[in-house]
């Protein structure tokens, strides 16, 4: 049986994963052509960085809602001071990471170890609960290290839902190993297990359960919603994003147009124009474009061109114009 999402969530159905160095806004910006419902994740950004850092970590554009953040920290006071800041710029939710296994991270004291402290992760939103209106979730992993029991996992989702108060987990069916392997290796080689989320589901029915790791097509995550209340896909969405272009359609059920490839690229040239005249470089926005051709014909030369122009100084739109000729127009359906 299909479970059923409660309004507040509804966005959550099919998200984009946080992830870092990647989805930064210029990213999310293109993604948002592509599908309106689609919930977008920030990078995560840590406490510190918004707290003490030059620069402003909270920006984005208003064309990205609904949008969450992503937060990296252990402090709960730290936490509450930049969810309340993030609330007060607009974002729909606020997210904490207890899934990423870098040792940058540890050093930290944020992402996957967290896993093992989940009182320390119920403080931290609950702190972050008490200050903000928007809901406060939590992504997390299947376990750590050894500590990759049913129970261990069940005990975690325990205590942060009941002392925490998180109505909502993002669970990435893979465990980590906090030494030993690099976050790439993390991402592939413990076994994924649906099957857990699955049963997370069942036992922990009052609660939003939503799944991340290895998803690649639209029926994949359609298989997913008939056990859980959300699918977030990675990597596959970065490298090829025109499987976003049927999202609204196949996820949501809207009866909306579905865009060419073409149309999203000149949807981009206003952004882009607008982009450069406030300092930023072209190759900035248009390396998150490289795989939205991929598998077609001319798809090699798209990627080349904008590669080798992209970067040099002065570069604008006519880089990606001349880069979207490359592509048959005849193929582009």
């Known amino acids: 049986m299909k479970p059923d999402n409660t309004s507040k969530y509804a966005a959550n159905r099919f998200s984009i994963a946080p992830m870092l160095d990647w ?18 994740y920030t990078e995560m950004v840590t ?21 969450a953040l992503q937060l990296g920290g252990s402090n709960p006071q730290d936490l509450a ?32 170890c967290l896993m093992g402290e989940p ?32 129970e261990f996992l069940t005990d975690f989702v325990s205590i942060v839902s009941e002392k925490g108060g998180c109505e909502q987990f993002t669970i990435h069916a893979r465990k980590a190993w906090l030494s030993g392997l690099s976050p ?28 991340n790791g290895g998803v690649k097509t639209l029926q994949e995550t359609k298989e997913h919603l008939q056990h859980l209340d959300g699918v977030m896909v990675g990597r596959e969405a970065y490298q090829n994003p025109y499987i976003l272009a049927e999202v609204d359609q196949q996820i949501f059920g809207l009866d909306t147009p579905i865009k060419k490839r073409s149309q999203v690229v000149e949807e981009m040239y206003p952004y882009i124009e ?55 127009k005849e193929l582009d359906v």
């Open 47 to 67: 406490t510190g960085a918004i707290i003490h850092g030059k620069g402003d970590f909270l920006a984005y554009n208003q064309e990205e809602h609904p949008v």
């Open 184 to 211: 790439k290796e993390n991402r592939e080689i413990p076994p994924l297990d649906y099957p857990r989320a699955y049963q997370l589901k069942k036992d922990f029915s009052h609660l939003v359960i939503a799944v």
């Open 119 to 150: 009182q320390l992760v119920a403080d931290c939103v609950a702190a972050m609960r008490d200050v903000v209106d928007i809901p406060v979730t939590v992504k997390t992993r299947i376990g750590i290290d050894d500590q990759d029991s049913y």
């Open 23 to 40: 989805t930064d806004r210029h990213c999310r910006y293109f993604h948002r052509l592509l599908t309106n419902e689609t919930l977008l």
């Open 274 to 328: 607008q982009q450069l005249s406030k300092g930023a470089y072209l190759g900035h926005i248009t390396r998150h474009m490289l795989g939205l051709f991929q598998n077609m014909p001319g798809a090699r030369q798209w990627r080349r061109y904008i590669s080798e122009n992209a970067h040099k100084p002065g570069s604008g739109i006519e880089v990606v114009e001349a880069a979207l000729a490359k592509i048959p």
């Open 81 to 112: 001071t930049c969810a309340k800041l993030a609330a007060e710029r607009g974002y729909d939710e606020i997210n904490l990471n207890v899934g990423c296994p870098s040792d940058r991270v540890q050093n930290g004291r944020f992402g996957a």
